[in-house]
């Protein structure tokens, strides 16, 4: 290890461990900002909040980086039961849902992978389906929630209505693909059929009634899509032999209307902040730039990091992107638990980072693997090399995301310990990538991105993704 390292390590755990400022930041953004949803007045609070934290720790080129979009806004959700029993159910509307009156006969799509849709073709059509929300395990992978309702578009269906898979009477929501993608109305950037949120308890009582037979709902909502803006929040800690070259850690700091996000990812975003923190002393010191992104809208499909990827493409940028950390589901729970995501299949990277762990004797597990739903995927597509540091917490033997885009996702359930480890390692970890002249990660050609994602049967997301999609350009 050499000096300037255990110079960093000395400063950065002292400055981190001693100090609850991420802590007293996250209940700020939390409990004083809000939900912070993308576009929305308290999204806005929020880019202003940390880009004058950004300066205040010494951060440099700190600045917002501005791009349009479409916001919604909530309003009447109603959803009642209407045979072979009357009964209501408290429900809310996904983002994007439209306004719409509709009663119908309901259909159980079950999980709603693939199969289930195919196994019932056109008896859905007409209809309202019925299906559970994301019903992956921790080291599984099923369909996400927009998969789910592209299918029920795709198969004709009026409404779908998606059941949280976790019991204690928490709605689960999600963002929902836009009505025509890419188009300049309002009514483009709606949902095509509206997409209902109810809790288990509500979902499974839905189900028992429907045994019955022919059962039939009615649904009534009323909701606002409107035109806003939205900013990312940069700032850098300039390197001093080859500054052009960019080491990125980003976590979004946007969440869903109904909770603050505080796991998801308001901890995560704030790892980062802490760690530029307290590397801000060492600009010129270290050789490349760590650039710290605070990513907005990533909850509406990833439009943050879609919108600042591209800058380093452009013909005038003078910038390289060497790699980039994603720090969605960072700094939550106790500590200790963290571990490294490498995107796709690279085993030279997997074991640098396991053997940059005994480096520095933190222990934390590393793997590969590749999702299309969080802030890496955008510099994946482009080919930039990758990894997304998460740490486990006390719902990692939830479904799905456990607390997340639920009422639940509060601040209660991060721990100060939490936000300081993951800090203390993102830190670490940038001052040595930025300062490695053996780094072995490499940049994808298309055809490899392509190669690789048609080995795991996700090819189409070089055709489509919903959020690439629904970007203003």
Not at 18 to 26: F, G, K, P, R
Not at 53 to 75: A, C, D, I, T
Not at 106 to 134: H, M, N, Q, S, Y
Not at 166 to 191: K, Q, S
Request: hydrophobic share 35%; with cysteine.
């Amino acid at each position: 290890m050499s000096d300037l390292m255990r110079e960093i390590d000395r400063h950065v755990i002292g400055e981190i461990w001693t100090s609850d400022v991420a802590y007293q930041s996250l209940k700020h953004l939390c409990d004083d900002v809000g939900h912070r949803f993308g576009g929305s007045d308290s999204e806005h609070k929020g880019a202003d909040y940390l880009v004058n934290k950004m300066r205040e720790y010494g951060l440099q080129n700190v600045h917002l980086e501005e791009f349009p979009m479409y916001s919604w806004e909530r309003g009447e959700c109603f959803l009642a039961m209407t045979e072979p029993v009357e009964r209501s159910f408290t429900a809310i509307s996904m983002p994007y849902t439209g306004t719409e009156n509709i009663e119908g006969d309901l259909i159980d799509v079950g999980e709603g992978e693939a199969p289930d849709f195919e196994r019932l073709g056109d008896a859905i059509r007409g209809k309202i389906v019925l299906t559970d929300a994301e019903t992956n395990r921790p080291g599984q992978t099923k369909s996400h929630r927009t998969d789910k309702y592209r299918r029920a578009v795709e198969y004709g269906a009026t409404a779908a209505i998606f059941i949280n898979q976790n019991p204690g009477l928490l709605h689960i929501t999600g963002a929902l693909y836009a009505r025509n993608p890419g188009g300049d109305t309002v009514e483009d950037h709606t949902a095509a059929i509206p997409g209902i949120g109810v809790n288990y308890e509500s979902g499974m009582s839905i189900r028992r009634l429907a045994e019955r037979g022919s059962p039939k709902m009615r649904l009534r909502v009323r909701n606002s899509t409107y035109k806003s803006k939205s900013n990312n929040v940069v700032g850098d800690i300039p390197g001093g032999e080859k500054p052009e070259e960019i080491i990125l850690f980003g976590g979004h700091y946007d969440g869903h209307d109904i909770a603050p996000g505080a796991t998801d990812d308001t901890a995560g975003t704030l790892t980062g902040l802490e760690a530029g923190r307290a590397l801000a002393p060492f600009a010129g010191k270290l050789k490349r730039t760590v650039r710290i992104v605070c990513f907005a809208c990533e909850e509406i499909g990833l439009l943050g990091s879609w919108n600042h990827c591209d800058q380093y493409g452009k013909p005038d940028s003078n910038e390289s992107l060497t790699f980039m950390v994603n720090l969605d589901g960072a700094g939550r729970g106790k500590g200790g638990m963290e571990q490294l995501i490498v995107t796709g299949d690279d085993d030279e990277l997997v074991n640098y980072f396991e053997n940059l762990g005994d480096d520095l004797t933190y222990d934390f597990p590393v793997t590969s693997g590749l999702s299309a739903h969080s802030d890496h995927f955008p510099y994946f597509l482009a080919g930039y090399p990758s990894a997304t540091l998460r740490s486990q917490d006390a719902t990692a033997g939830m479904i799905g995301r456990g607390y997340g885009h639920t009422e639940a996702d509060t601040v209660d359930k991060v721990t100060i310990r939490g936000l300081q480890m993951s800090a203390v390692l993102v830190a670490r970890l940038a001052a040595r990538l930025a300062n490695d002249d053996g780094f072995p990660a490499k940049p994808r050609t298309q055809d490899e991105v392509k190669s690789m994602l048609e080995s795991k049967k996700m090819d189409h997301f070089l055709e489509h993704h919903w959020g690439r999609a629904n970007r203003v350009v």
